[in-house]
C-alpha cells in the first residue's frame, strides 16, 4: 500500500515522502530513506570533518530527537 510518511519537528517538515510499504523489509526500507536524509542534512550543516566523523550518528539522533511522525495511507 502507498503511505506518505512525514516527520515534523518544532512546525518544521524534516521529511515528507511516499513510500510502497507491505511488509516489515519495506516499512524498514522507509526508514532507512528517512535515517540517509537526516545524516545527509546534518552533515551539511557541519564544519569541521573531525566533529563529524566523532558525532555523525549523534548529531543525528539529535535532529530527530522530539519528531513527530505521521503516516497516512494513500
Known sequence: MKVK????????????ATYDIDDTETFGAAWKDVWVKARERWMSNSTSIGALMDSMH????????GAEIKLTKL
Open 5 to 16: 510518511f512525514e516527520l515534523m519537528k518544532a512546525g518544521k517538515r524534516l521529511h515528507q
Open 58 to 65: 549523534e548529531g543525528v539522533i539529535e535532529e530527530l530527537n
